[in-house]
């Protein structure tokens, strides 16, 4: 499975694109909200 | 997918330190943002973006965007081929560049485009074709992006194979093989 690295600060952009990409992609998503995390 | 208004360190920062690093060069970037200005959508591209989309999109339209980016990397890295016009071999499955012994370090879209060129070597292709082939969607008004990366190329290449790259005056560029 492919994997996307989300680096989002804003919760409700990320959690939608999550589920979108998830859900629909087939992607596993791992969200972070800060640059140096990223 | 990398937004660029982030606390600590912005995309454009992240960015630049993914291309800077070999194990991580080749990782497709989409840039996500609230900025809308030129300034900004052609800094994200020359720092390496893959894409960019501006705030507000819909959830689907950032997946078929994913989609698209994922499909150019695959393709790239499937065709499995070298390129040579001698002294210059360009290894596709490695990203790897030589000028005779010498490696050229190249960063994404200075590699993509010099395949491109070089792949259609004889043919004149436009600002507009290059930025679409290589940077993957019609992005009008900024073809500034190509003069940009061909002038890193050309010093990157250095003599004698930076001349080969030729300049069709207003209209774009053209690879003039050697042999």
Redesign the interface.
């Known amino acids: 499975m ?1 994997r ?7 919760a409700d ?1 990320a959690l ?2 999550r ?3 998830e859900r ?2 087939g ?1 596993e998503v791992e969200v972070v ?4 995390r ?1 | ?3 660029v ?7 454009f ?2 960015c630049r330190r993914l291309r800077k690093v070999p194990a991580t060069a080749a990782i497709p970037v989409i840039m ?1 943002t609230a900025r809308i200005g030129e300034d900004d959508r052609v800094r994200g591209l020359e720092l390496g973006a893959d894409d960019y989309i501006t ?1 507000p999109f819909s ?2 339209e ?2 078929a965007r ?2 698209a980016v ?1 499909r150019r990397t695959e393709r790239g890295a499937a065709e499995g081929e070298a390129i040579a016009d001698e002294p210059l071999h360009v290894d596709l499955p490695s990203r790897q560049v030589r000028v005779g012994e010498r490696e050229v370090a190249l960063t994404r879209k200075e590699f993509d485009l010099l395949v491109e060129l070089v792949r259609q070597r004889g043919r004149v292709l436009t600002r507009e074709r290059l930025l679409e082939t290589v940077w993957g969607y019609d992005f009008p008004g900024e073809t500034r992006t190509v003069d940009v990366h061909v002038r890193r190329l050309r010093q990157k290449l250095g003599e004698p194979v930076d001349a080969r790259l030729e300049t069709v005056v207003g209209v774009g560029y053209r690879w003039r093989s050697a042999s």
């Not at chain 1, 909200?33 to 140096?36: C, E, F, L, M, V």
């Open positions: 492919k996307i690295l989300l680096v989002e600060d804003d952009i939608s694109l589920n979108k990409l629909d992609g992607y909200a800060d640059g140096p990223g | 997918m990398l937004d208004n982030l606390p600590g360190l912005d995309g920062e992240v996500l705030k959830p689907k950032a997946l994913v989609r994922l």
